[in-house]
């Protein structure tokens, strides 16, 4: 997660493209992490300071735990914990989860609840809450180690709020932010599991959501029934009467069963029943970011081999959840495209192929949590420095003889 103010997917975007030139990129990369990073940090922990009595300008000076508020039954908050822990993925010494330095694996416990708030500020485009007293609720903004990273940190003043009578909830946060369209990834996994406590609420709750949602986020919402129930949403201030504050379930594809079991519950049953595709395929990732050079080289390998190519936009949502719970072998470059495992079968075997330059370690505990037989193959693309991506075939070929797979 980026420490700057800018929006996380430019910093890392702009990065990327860096990567090309290493003699730019490895001093860039020092200055971003050491020397701009502490001056923007500083900024703000100074601008804390100077506006700490203020309610009318700067950012919140202090943070506010609503789970442990709860805990010790504390009584001027209303609310409900559904679980404190979600436990934790094996993880062994050549695990992703380990290798790839993200600590994914090492972010429980994480806890499940919600709670009751009147006349609640959300600010910024993470839509955060604001407590009285400017405490910024922690769980609002992914956890106390987190909270001064989020955009709801880090303002100097907010614009006048607009009120919103009767009860809301809200799917909105730092990685499904307000502005642009939430990438497919956090959209499963950080958003939609937020609505699984809301059968707790009263039935007339709305649901604040981003401003600009792609048709199939819209999808999502109109299987479970909730678009009639969804406002997209736009404002960096709002103030809203009845508020029913359901976090996080955890961060970024972080280990995450909850949200699993919840996704699989609430899709499955949805699937496309007139939609039947191959059993075993290359899903065949058609986004700019990370993509691969001889994409058509290797699916004519997949499709030489016997196996379908399945591009991901070919489909909708409701058939690619059809997809993945039909399917005996699955293969794929890693990306929020992999997100879908958590609608497999158990026993489908999985090969995924992990560029050494991105090692994100999400797969492997999808892969536990829904038993697959899954294997991971790290393919060279020139480490951190990675800016081309090309995969051999026959580096497919060898994985798939190791991971015992004959085509």
Known sequence: MSHSNLPPRLIDTLGYRLRRWPMIHRPAKWLRRTLWTSLIDGFWEFTRGVFINSQRFGPPAKAFSIFQALRCGWPNINGRIVLQDQGAPIVTGDSLLARSGLNQHAEQPWPIFWSE?????????????LMPGKALCVESAYGDKRWRWDTASRFLRLPKPVRLPGNWTS????WVPTRGVPVYGHWLHDALPRLALLSEFPPDTQILVPANLAPYQWETLDLLGLRHRCRPTAELHLEIEHYFFSPPTSMITCYNPYAVSFLRAAFLPKRDPNYSGPRKFYFHRTVKRRAVENADELCDFFLAQGWAVVKDIELTFAQTVALFSQAEAIC???GSNMCNLIFSPPGCTVMQLVLDGWPDGFVDWIAQVTRLNYHSRLVPC???????????????????GTAGVAF
Do not use: C, Q, W
């Open 171 to 174: 799917i909105v946060s730092l």
């Open 382 to 400: 020139g480490g951190k420095y990675m800016h081309r991506i090309v995969i051999d075939p026959n580096t497919v070929k060898e994985f798939f």
């Open 332 to 334: 794929s470059t890693l």
């Open 117 to 129: 708030h009147s006349n609640a500020r959300l600010v910024t485009e993470s839509l955060a809450y």
